[in-house]
């Protein structure tokens, strides 16, 4: 079975605080994605990565930012985090299928971070 | 702009079909329909995906019209276990990539 493990299930960050979320997934995956989660919102991408040290701007990037070093590993940065920023986040990733990427994805458990 | 629309919540019973529409009016021609389910507390997990016509898999079937603006998620005989969220989410990773997420339709399933 696919995993996408994120280190912390439950964080708690005070404003200003660089935070740092984590991602590992273990099937060798090109893509993988970070996604935030509220209330009334549904999902929405903040970052996408198709391969190792690339990275994309999804639809809400701003005070956010990622890395990929490593292709089983996605983090995302929160450089100096505010209240507003307090959310699930969830991790994913997906294959390319034929030299097509897909949306078939597969999701970390989410962390849920809060910023007091 | 593109957008995805489904309704808030469904109610059924056991053992009932429940089909759960969702419209996508502007969808892209290299756009794929992906459904999702949802549990508290949890990451989505994915149903099934498609492009056109219909695709069947152990769990669901999804019918595309020909059209393509609009897809129907189909959950035959339902159980208690699958009250959760369902998500549709129309796009592709390409070089113009786009995902687009509907708010999500919650499903409560009753004895």
């Known amino acids: 079975d696919v995993k996408v493990t994120q280190s912390s299930r439950y964080l708690v960050k005070r404003t200003g605080e660089k935070v740092f979320l984590e991602c590992v997934q273990d099937?060798?995956?090109?893509?993988m994605f970070w996604y935030r989660q509220d209330p009334g919102l549904g999902l929405r991408l903040i970052y996408f990565?198709?391969?190792?040290?690339?990275?994309e701007k999804g639809d809400i990037p701003e005070g956010y930012s990622v890395s990929r070093e490593k292709k089983e590993r996605f983090s995302l940065i929160l450089e100096s985090a505010s209240t507003n920023q307090t959310s699930m986040y969830l991790c994913?990733?997906?294959?390319?299928?034929?030299?097509?990427?897909?949306?078939?994805?597969?999701f970390g458990q989410g962390t849920r971070l809060t910023v007091v | 702009l593109a957008k995805t629309t489904q309704p808030i919540s469904m109610d059924s019973y056991e053992g009932q079909e429940v089909n759960i529409t969702c419209s996508h009016n502007?969808?892209?021609?290299?756009?794929?329909i992906t459904w999702y389910q949802q549990f508290p507390s949890q990451g989505p997990r994915f149903i099934i995906q498609?492009?056109?016509?219909?695709v069947t898999n152990e769990v669901a079937s999804l019918f595309i019209p020909a059209d393509r603006k609009s897809s129907t998620l189909s959950l035959p005989r339902v159980s208690l276990s699958d009250t959760a969220v369902y998500y549709c989410?129309?796009?592709?990773?390409?070089?113009?990539?786009?995902?687009?997420w509907g708010a999500g339709t919650k499903l409560i399933i009753k004895p």
């Open positions: 994913a990733s997906s294959f390319d299928r034929d030299g097509i990427s897909n949306t078939e994805a597969f």
């Open positions: 099937m060798d995956h090109e893509n």
């Open positions: 990565s198709y391969d190792v040290k690339m990275k």
């Open positions: 502007n969808i892209a021609t290299n756009d794929y």
């Open positions: 498609g492009y056109k016509t219909k």
């Open positions: 989410l129309v796009g592709e990773l390409g070089s113009n990539y786009q995902l687009i």
